[in-house]
């Protein structure tokens, strides 16, 4: 089973932030989030991750809490392209183990 | 750099029939790991090939197998196909930390 509860769904209006929730209150010390996103039909595409602290890129940042019970991914200027399924991911096993474990994911719809 | 590629793009068998899907990992990866993904759930873990043995499998039954290449490349194979094969078949290849995605097989069984 999924290690993370996200909502089923949002909205956000084109060119607005997107902040997309994820609860993972189980993690263990040595376990990354992970956030993926999935357009219509096409394979999951990677975003970002992070273990403790914030973490930024070119697509967008992530906002773990200090307890790290639970995280933020931030999309800062939504675009009709970000529509898709957006999938919060606690990466389990050891090593080079790393199977990812896929919830139902949030689908992020973005309005013009 | 090419990324993740699979083929073929789109399948259509028939019941008891077998089918091999195959994917090739982005440069420098030599991790395969492959994800049946049916209409409207997460993908869900097959298997994971590392040094062409298989490393770990999740609740799959036997009909499904795979195999790694020497150059990193991997083969899905399921025999006996059922209705609920039906899926998106997906490959994600990594060296040692983040998998990437390539587009999937789409694999209709009638």
């Known amino acids: 089973d999924a290690k993370t509860t996200q909502p089923p769904s949002m909205d956000c209006a084109e060119g607005r932030a997107a902040n997309l929730p994820c609860n993972h209150s189980?993690?263990?010390?040595?376990?990354?989030v992970y956030w993926y996103r999935q357009i219509h039909s096409q394979g999951p595409q990677y975003i970002i991750h992070?273990?403790?602290n914030n973490e930024t890129n070119e697509m967008a940042s992530l906002i773990i809490t200090e307890d790290r019970k639970s995280s933020t991914l931030i999309l800062p200027h939504a675009t009709l392209r970000d529509t898709a399924v957006y999938y919060c991911i606690v990466r389990v096993g050891q090593g080079g183990s790393e199977k990812l474990v896929f919830g139902k994911g949030t689908k992020l719809t973005v309005n013009p | 750099d090419a990324g993740v590629t699979q083929s073929p793009t789109h399948l259509i068998k028939t019941r008891g029939q077998q089918v091999t899907l195959r994917c090739s990992p982005k440069s420098g990866h030599d991790t395969v790991s492959w994800y049946q993904q049916a209409l409207g759930q997460g993908p869900q873990f097959i298997f994971q090939y590392y040094e062409e043995e298989e490393r770990q499998r999740g609740n799959f039954p036997d009909r499904f197998s795979g195999h790694q290449f020497p150059n990193y490349s991997s083969e899905l194979n399921v025999n006996a196909l059922l209705l609920g094969d039906s899926a998106l078949y997906l490959c994600?290849?990594?060296?040692?930390?983040?998998?990437?995605f390539g587009p999937g097989t789409r694999l209709t069984v009638l």
């Open positions: 189980t993690i263990s010390g040595n376990e990354y």
């Open positions: 992070g273990l403790k």
């Open positions: 994600a290849s990594s060296a040692w930390d983040t998998q990437y």
